[in-house]
């Protein structure tokens, strides 16, 4: 079964064929994995504007989807089904995916495949590992979430914790654009932190000792702890970030420096730091966004036995969360696992493993499929597509 994957939750058109394969170990081989990138059209707005976003998905969706069949080999009449990212993401961009992966798998006479975003996230670690020893603790970090997730048994995602404000990846944007780093932050910024010093300056770390008043607790904890640890997973970034504006301005006063970080708007440079300043800031930064995500993640793998742990999602990237995870594996005594880097950010690769894991536990989408910003996670004790759509099958034979 060879099976295309489409993803436009964001600013990345993509798409790619993976097939399965006999080998246990591997079950899934990626045959092509295109991304078109959008960082050059939304950087001189300082992040992604969600009209200009759609408008380009619906230009790039064609090319880069002929372009996957073509590196793949595969012609349309090769493949078996189609899935698409049905959310969570930027509603306008989800339903350039939705909308072309069902009217593909309609005109093919295929099945189509509903993929929560995240759900791909997680399964980017078992197409490149295989299967992961479980249950396994696996944290996703990237620019839209920073949720963990148990998995007991494959396909079955448990969500255990999740920021509370800011998502890291969103924190590592918003601070690399206060310091004039320009846009996507990520990657930037953890290149200036390998030039600073971590412990320049103490930022503060954020601990949740309550459960989240605001929102209604979805989020499982661990049995036999009673309320002990309701909360305790979760995450909260805008603190920091807040800390580190306050400590830019400080400085820039200090410094003598005009201050343009209020009112900073798309294409403004604020003041700069110093450059050896400006990477202590980097540094002690990103060691506690670090810190604050490998201690929850330990943390919650210890509560609910966890026999292994993931770690995906575009911030997976990061140079020091990839170093300071394995070191933290190896002092735990659990193995670590991080996709490879184009495996890490968004791609089309991952929605394809996980509609091949969905399309086996009997998930297809009927053709009046919709696409949906704020898509809950599919239980499998819960789970409105495989529950109750099994018989509307897009185009089935
Ligand atoms: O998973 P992803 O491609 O898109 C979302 O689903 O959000 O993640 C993108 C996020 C951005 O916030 C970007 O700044 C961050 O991942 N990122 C990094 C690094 N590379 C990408 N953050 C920290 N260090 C990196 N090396
Ligand atoms: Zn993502």
Request: aromatic share 4%; glycine share 12%.
């Amino acid at each position: 079964m060879h099976l295309l994957g489409i993803e436009t939750s964001c600013d990345e058109t993509a798409a790619a064929v993976v097939s399965e394969a006999s080998d246990a170990r591997h079950p899934w081989r990626i045959r092509s994995n295109v991304v078109a990138s959008q960082i050059d059209l939304h950087r001189e707005w300082g992040g992604v504007v969600p009209e200009l976003a759609s408008r380009q998905h619906l230009r790039d969706i064609c090319g880069v989807v002929e372009r996957s069949l073509s590196e793949a080999g595969i012609g349309l009449g090769g493949l078996g089904a189609v899935a698409v990212t049905q959310g969570p993401g930027l509603i306008g961009s989800l339903l350039v995916g939705v909308a072309f992966g069902k009217a593909l798998a309609l005109s093919l006479g295929v099945p189509v495949v509903p993929v929560h975003h995240l759900a791909g996230h997680i399964e980017s670690l078992f197409l490149h590992h295989g299967p992961l020893p479980l249950p396994a603790m696996i944290l996703v970090v990237s620019g839209g979430h920073t949720s963990l997730y148990l998995v007991p048994k494959v396909g079955d995602y448990r969500l255990v914790g999740r920021t509370r404000d800011d998502a890291a990846g969103e924190a590592y944007d918003k601070v690399a654009k206060l310091l004039g780093l320009g846009y996507p932050g990520g990657p930037v910024l953890d290149r200036m932190a390998q030039q600073g010093r971590d412990d320049a300056i103490p930022f503060p770390i954020a601990r949740m000792t309550h459960p989240d008043r605001n929102v209604a607790p979805a989020v499982a904890t661990p049995a036999g702890f009673g309320k002990m640890l309701e909360g305790r997973s979760d995450f909260s970034f805008s603190g920091l970030k807040t800390a580190v504006r306050r400590y830019v301005q400080k400085r820039l006063a200090e410094l003598g420096e005009p201050d343009g970080l209020d009112g900073l708007g798309p294409g403004d440079t604020p003041a700069t730091l110093p450059h050896a300043e400006m990477a202590d800031v980097c540094a002690s930064f990103q060691r506690v966004v670090v810190e604050t995500l490998l201690d929850r993640t330990f943390e919650a793998a210890r509560w609910f036995g966890a026999i292994s742990v993931g770690i995906a999602g575009g911030v997976a990237a990061n140079s020091r969360l990839r170093a300071d995870g394995q070191a933290r594996g190896a002092h735990a005594g659990l193995p670590v696992y991080f996709p490879p880097l184009d495996l890490s950010t968004d791609n089309a690769a991952m929605i394809a493993a996980a509609g091949l894991r969905r399309l086996r536990q009997g998930a297809i989408g009927r053709l009046d499929l919709n696409a949906q910003a704020t898509l809950p996670m599919p239980s499998p004790g819960h789970d409105p597509v495989s529950a109750g759509e099994r018989d509307g099958r897009t185009g089935a034979p």
